[in-house]
């Protein structure tokens, strides 16, 4: 199986040195035909010095900062089977390619194979084994539902996972990551969604295992308030893009008003910013609606109950 893992590089002079190595390394390490290459999305700093420090171990496209969205190019112009997608801020046990690799031969209707991933000092669990749920009228993601310590170790559906394998046909038939949502937050949720919404699934593997910083730079160019507000645009974004059920947008309705008042009296303004910024967005949500209604092939309640 030919595979390319596609490493998203910003600014990460200092994360290379500590991650890219182990990627180097289960490349040697797979039995499959693996290339390592690393997007650069315009860093400023010396991580093109740095890269370039690796020689031939890994091929260097520059590329205009779309943050996920520049995976899409990258796999377009790739012949692989499968994209195993990383940030910079990702280190990985030598082994973790090839079973990976193994869920798509095994199963025919995979988009996504999930790892296991653990907090970069290896101490704590970080996902994927992820559930979706509804909350007064919300989409909601975690990795940490009910029971999910008994179920760490033992391989399942996953719904969503940011970084992992992905079925390059299948990605690039859904058209990849969504700009709508840029500069980021709820891109790979979308697209796992629609993609279970397609009739895809999504697959945990825990025998690979990577472990992950988390948001290194996309915390150092936002700060933690325009995360949030990020966070709670794109959430919007998600439900009108996605969700068709009508209970579920009814509901969604309903919890409006109380939700941006409970959040004004907590003081917690990034919630109300984020809607009100998400209402720009309105009509290329529904644009790309109803686009994507035409794919799916499966109910909300079908997908949000996957992996029980």
């Not at 899409?72 to 046990?93: F, G, M, P, Q, T």
């Not at 008042?261 to 309105?282: K, S, T």
Request: proline share 4%; net charge positive; aromatic share 14%.
């Amino acid at each position: 199986m030919k595979i390319d893992i596609l490493v998203l590089n910003y600014n990460g002079e200092t994360l290379i040195p500590q991650c890219l190595p182990s990627i180097i390394e289960a490349k040697l390490f797979s039995k499959n035909d693996v290339t390592v290459t690393v997007i650069d999305n315009e860093s400023r700093d010396g991580s093109i010095r740095v890269l370039e420090s690796y020689g031939d171990r890994i091929d260097i496209i520059p590329h205009e900062n779309m943050v996920f969205c520049s995976f899409n190019d990258v796999a377009a112009r790739s012949d692989c089977d499968v994209l195993i997608l990383l940030n910079n801020d990702i280190k990985v046990e030598p082994d973790f390619v090839d079973p990976l690799a193994d869920i798509f031969m095994k199963y025919p209707d995979a988009f996504l194979a999930g790892p296991k991933v653990l907090t970069f000092d290896k101490k704590g669990y970080e996902g994927t084994r992820a559930r979706w749920r509804i909350d007064k009228g919300v989409f909601k993601s975690n990795s940490r539902f009910d029971g999910y310590e008994y179920l760490i170790d033992k391989p399942g559906y996953t719904v969503q996972a940011g970084y992992g394998a992905f079925s390059r046909k299948k990605f690039l038939e859904l058209g990849g990551f969504d700009d709508l949502y840029l500069p980021g937050i709820m891109e790979d949720a979308d697209l796992c969604y629609r993609a279970w919404k397609k009739g895809y699934r999504g697959y945990y593997e825990p025998r690979s295992v990577m472990y992950h910083i988390g948001q290194a730079s996309f915390r150092s160019a936002f700060g933690m308030y325009k995360i949030h507000k990020l966070s709670h645009r794109n959430t919007y974004l998600f439900m009108w893009k996605n969700i068709t059920d009508a209970g579920i947008l009814i509901k969604n309705i309903l919890w409006l008003v109380p939700r941006m008042v409970f959040a004004l009296v907590r003081g917690r303004f990034e919630i109300p910013a984020g809607f009100f910024e998400a209402l720009f967005r309105l009509p290329a949500a529904v644009k790309r609606r109803a686009l994507a209604v035409k794919e799916f092939r499966r109910s909300d309640k079908e997908v949000l109950e996957a992996g029980l």
